[in-house]
């Protein structure tokens, strides 16, 4: 019966020490041209008319996919949907995903792969991978939501949202959650969230909007 119980007891340490070996973890910031925290009223006003645009970013700690580690790299996905995200109406749009430049062969296809897990069918159609300098920083403010993260054509810079001098209507909740999985994260203010480039044949430039996330990511 002792060797028994040690036989469990060990296998429950292998089990638990796999599951943490087998994880990714990392800080997220996304962007939106719509208020993600914002009251009922405020969202349906703009359902059908914005928001059909984000940037995803991640970077990530420490964790590997499959036997290719990923420690300290960063991938941003630029997002073009054909309605509101969010809303029911969304289906699967176009994606141009940004890696990191020093990311290895196999890492550039390690980080697809993440965005895939993470972003589900919003980047079943990727038309453009590239690599480029990203910078990725979660600053230390009051709160959690101050970011910069700029990777090619694209660029977010949040602030935390002030209580006082942000609300609308004073009805304001998370309304949409983060477009990633296993993400918690805390909503905030893009100063800036821009995309410059041309794969999409469109571009935007927003500002002091409420369309923000910053915070951490999970995948296990």
């Not at 141009?96 to 990311?103: H, L, N, P």
């Not at 410059?196 to 990511?217: C, H, I, L, M, P």
Request: contains cysteine; neutral net charge.
């Amino acid at each position: 019966m002792r060797y028994a119980f040690l036989f469990a007891a060990v296998a429950a340490i292998v089990a638990v020490s796999a599951s943490v070996a087998g994880e990714i973890t990392g800080q997220y910031v996304e962007a939106r041209t719509c208020d993600v925290y914002t009251g009922p009223c405020f969202a349906n006003a703009d359902t059908g008319l914005t928001g059909r645009n984000a940037v995803m970013a991640w970077k990530i700690d420490k964790g590997s996919l499959g036997d290719v580690k990923l420690d300290g790299l960063s991938v941003v996905a630029v997002i073009a949907a054909g309605d509101t995200l969010g809303t029911r109406q969304v289906r699967a749009g176009k994606a141009i995903v940004i890696v990191d430049e020093k990311a290895s062969a196999a890492q550039k296809e390690a980080l697809v792969q993440l965005v895939h897990k993470q972003a589900g069918e919003l980047a079943d159609n990727i038309i453009s991978v590239r690599s480029a300098p990203v910078e990725f920083t979660i600053k230390v403010c009051h709160g959690n939501g101050c970011a910069v993260v700029e990777a090619g054509d694209a660029k977010v810079e949040t602030r935390c949202i002030d209580m006082k001098h942000d609300k609308g209507c004073g009805n304001e909740t998370a309304f949409y959650p983060p477009l990633a999985r296993g993400v918690k994260a805390t909503p905030a203010v893009s100063t800036e969230h821009s995309f410059t480039g041309k794969a999409f044949n469109e571009t935007w430039q927003d500002s002091e909007r409420r369309g923000a996330y910053v915070g951490t990511f999970t995948i296990r």
